[in-house]
Nanobody
Framework: QAQLVESGGGLVQAGGSLRLSCAAS????????MGWFRQVPEKEREFVAA????????AYADSVKGRFTISRDNAKNTVYLQMNSLRPEDTAVYSC??????????????????WGRGTQVTVSS
């Protein structure tokens, strides 16, 4: 399994931007599909975005489409989540996750094998 560490969270005003990073180590990073999820207290972890292992395919939750962009740099073993036009409802702990084999849904958190601890994003109104 991969070891994943997120960074880049923080406090930002509504309408602002943040870029999250997820650094991976362990098994060959470039073979993983990667995803970002978020969670607020007492709610289920929800899908945000995912990217294929060479970055040609992406997917987004409807709530972030057009505002967030997922990308990856396999040379740096890092996946990014650029978040623009942030809203208070985007406030959550954001975690990255890795799949170590294909054939599973990107949208279901049960399809991922490794998880980071998460980084807090807080958007003030």
């Amino acid at each position: 399994q991969a070891q994943l560490v997120e960074s880049g969270g923080g406090l930002v005003q509504a309408g602002g931007s943040l870029r999250l990073s997820c650094a991976a180590s362990g098994r060959t990073f470039s073979t993983y599909a990667m995803g970002w999820f978020r969670q607020v207290p007492e709610k289920e972890r929800e899908f945000v975005a995912a990217i294929s292992w060479i970055g040609l395919r992406t997917a987004y939750a409807d709530s972030v489409k057009g505002r967030f962009t997922i990308s990856r740099d396999n040379a740096k073993n890092t996946v990014y989540l650029q978040m623009n036009s942030l809203r208070p409802e985007d406030t959550a702990v954001y975690s990255c996750a890795a799949q170590d084999r294909g054939g599973r849904s990107w949208y279901d958190k049960r399809g991922y094998d490794s998880w980071g601890r998460g980084t807090q994003v807080t958007v003030s109104s």
